[in-house]
């Protein structure tokens, strides 16, 4: 059998005494179709088989050798980064190994050609320019065998376990708890990345277990805002999650008194002390958190979406190989303008993208678009369950999804709805089941997770209001859309040049139209003067 890629990973991950082995378990199912996996503190690269290279942890902290190896790896490599810690040191303390390893990961993400990561919203706060490589691949459990079958513990002790790194100034909330601990609270402490033994730590199974024998345990998404792998380790052992909130938490569908609890530096101790004198209170969250984290957070789970993301990169390669123009310089200059715009569309089409030219083929698929729509963005064509309205501008690079594999929202995914005379800048991405209000405008780059009213601006990761349109604003929107559509293109639909009428009776303007849009107007070829 033919190896597909290789994967490569420090000595101390494959290590039995490391601080986890969800990741050699993980490795060990790529091993099983093929996949070599080298665990060595130098990357060589006449060891890397096939053609795919998955460098875990690569860079971390101040392991950046690594790293500049895969910075020269020839092109004929495909580089998938799959990276853990994204952060060094403490953000109020830079120093000479940050800035040299912030600048070793730029150089890192710009040769990968995919990039997964279980910290979302930090991994774009950080490098926004790179989100077209990004796949979310949130932390799991592992095994399957070690939690799945751990059996459900009807009578744990009515305590709150508090597990992992005190020193450390990033995990305010567990230092915090710590330090004004109550009967109720028991600790672990963390084992480091070294190996360690001894009755004090507890690895792998133990670990398990020992969460098992709690109703609650605490875990801290850091300063950072980081998801980490206790937030699915402590409901999959059948304990109640006790955490704070971050985004990544939200949208992986922790939801505060459903399957989890939600707490701050104000309320944990009252939390705490409240969950473990009255149990039974909070026996019903405990289960549906265990129940729900078990179906969706396995290593199984985790394997499958790896999978999909590498099948999707490499056809979506597979795509730009196939529909490349003709490289060499006569074939380029015998290329007419029209085959090399007719190359530029078709590939468009296979990437997900839908022009204005293309409107009619996506309502052939299903989705529903309104009249006077630009499309520079792209639809997730895998539920068309789109709805997007009259005068509706989708800018470049911008993305509407339907669907999320690690939320399951695989069957029939979340309707999305752009209300009429909405804006979407360059790279924003509309999350399933948003609804953007008519007239809003949301800013490039920003990430809508939520509802947007209508009017309203929004920006940042997660979309806030930011401010509100003016009236006069939407009336040159309109121009805009139907003065500036492309004249180059045989099948474009009809200009819509309105007149001051027009547009008076549209928006119920009584009197005279603003300063701003009148001239707008004069400047511009009114439709009743091109019919004189």
């Known amino acids: 059998m033919k190896c597909p890629g290789t994967i490569y990973a420090r000595e101390g991950v494959g290590h039995p005494d490391y601080?986890?082995?969800?990741?050699?378990?993980?490795?060990?199912?790529?091993?099983?179709?093929?996949?070599?996996?080298?665990?060595?503190?130098?990357?060589?690269?006449?060891?890397?088989?096939g053609d795919t290279l998955i460098a875990f942890k690569t860079p971390q902290h101040n392991q950046i050798d690594a790293a500049r190896v895969v910075r020269r790896l020839p092109p004929s490599i495909r580089v998938v980064l799959y990276l853990t810690?994204?952060?060094?040191?403490?953000?109020?303390?830079?120093?000479?190994?940050?800035?040299?390893?912030?600048?070793?990961?730029?150089?890192?993400?710009?040769?990968?050609?995919?990039?997964?990561?279980?910290?979302?919203?930090?991994?774009?706060?950080?490098w926004p320019q790179h989100e077209?490589?990004?796949?979310?691949?949130?932390?799991?459990?592992?095994?399957?065998?070690?939690?799945?079958?751990?059996?459900y513990n009807e009578n744990p002790a009515s305590m709150c376990l508090v597990a992992g790194a005190t020193k450390s100034p990033v995990y305010e909330l567990r230092r915090f708890v710590l330090a004004n601990q109550t009967e109720f609270v028991a600790r672990l402490p963390h084992p480091g990345y070294k190996a360690k033994t001894g009755p004090k730590f507890k690895l792998g199974g133990d670990f398990a277990k020992h969460l098992n024998r709690f109703f609650c345990a605490l875990s801290d998404v850091s300063i950072r805002e980081y998801v980490v792998a206790k937030t699915v380790e402590i409901p999959a052992a059948g304990?109640?999650?006790?955490?704070?909130?971050?985004?990544?938490?939200?949208?992986?569908?922790?939801?505060?008194?459903?399957n989890c609890l939600i707490v701050d530096n104000n309320n944990a101790l009252d939390v705490i002390d409240a969950v473990c004198r009255d149990p039974e209170k909070y026996e019903e969250i405990r289960k549906k958190g265990c129940d729900w984290v078990r179906s969706q957070f396995g290593v199984s789970e985790t394997f499958r979406g790896f999978l999909a993301y590498l099948e999707e990169h490499r056809l979506l390669e597979a795509s730009r190989a196939a529909d490349l123009p003709p490289?060499?310089?006569?074939?380029?200059?015998?290329?007419?303008?029209?085959?090399?715009?007719?190359v530029r569309i078709k590939l468009a089409r296979k990437h997900g993208t839908l022009t204005w030219k293309e409107v009619e083929r996506a309502r052939s698929l299903g989705f529903k678009i309104g009249e006077h729509v630009r499309?520079?963005?792209?639809?997730?064509?895998?539920?068309?369950?789109?709805?997007?309205?009259?005068?509706?501008?989708?800018?470049?690079?911008?993305?509407?999804?339907?669907?999320?594999?690690?939320?399951?929202?695989?069957?029939?995914?979340?309707?999305?709805?752009?209300?009429?005379?909405?804006?979407?800048?360059?790279?924003?991405?509309?999350m399933p089941g948003v609804s953007i209000g008519p007239r809003a405008i949301v800013a490039a780059r920003s990430v809508v997770t939520k509802d947007v009213p209508p009017d309203a601006i929004v920006g940042g990761n997660p979309a806030r209001v930011i401010g509100q349109r003016k009236p006069a604003e939407v009336l040159i929107t309109h121009l805009l859309?139907?003065?500036?559509?492309?004249?180059?293109?045989?099948?474009?639909?009809?200009?819509?040049?309105?007149?001051?009428?027009?547009?008076?009776?549209?928006?119920?303007?009584?009197?005279?139209?603003?300063?701003?849009?009148?001239?707008?107007?004069n400047e511009t070829t009114c439709r009743e003067e091109a019919t004189q």
């Not at 015998?334 to 090399?340: A, G, T, W």
């Open 481 to 521: 859309v139907s003065q500036h559509l492309p004249a180059t293109v045989p099948d474009k639909p009809p200009k819509w040049t309105p007149t001051t009428e027009e547009l008076k009776t549209l928006f119920d303007v009584e009197g005279d139209l603003p300063e701003e849009l009148s001239r707008l107007l």
């Open 327 to 342: 490289t060499s310089g006569a074939g380029k200059r015998n290329e007419s303008r029209e085959d090399r715009r007719g």
């Open 132 to 151: 077209a490589k990004l796949r979310w691949l949130p932390h799991f459990f592992a095994t399957d065998e070690r939690y799945k079958s751990l059996p």
């Open 85 to 126: 810690d994204i952060d060094t040191g403490h953000p109020s303390r830079p120093n000479v190994r940050i800035k040299q390893y912030e600048r070793t990961v730029s150089h890192a993400l710009n040769r990968a050609d995919l990039v997964l990561c279980p910290y979302r919203s930090r991994f774009l706060q950080k």
């Open 375 to 430: 499309l520079w963005g792209s639809l997730d064509d895998s539920f068309p369950v789109v709805q997007i309205d009259d005068f509706v501008v989708l800018g470049g690079s911008s993305r509407i999804l339907t669907h999320c594999p690690v939320k399951g929202l695989r069957k029939g995914g979340l309707a999305v709805r752009v209300h009429h005379d909405a804006w979407i800048g360059y790279a924003a991405t509309i």
């Open 19 to 49: 601080v986890t082995d969800r990741y050699p378990l993980l490795f060990k199912m790529f091993e099983a179709k093929g996949w070599k996996v080298i665990y060595d503190n130098v990357l060589r690269p006449s060891e890397i088989e």
């Open 239 to 258: 304990a109640l999650l006790i955490t704070n909130h971050c985004q990544d938490l939200e949208d992986l569908g922790f939801k505060d008194g459903v």
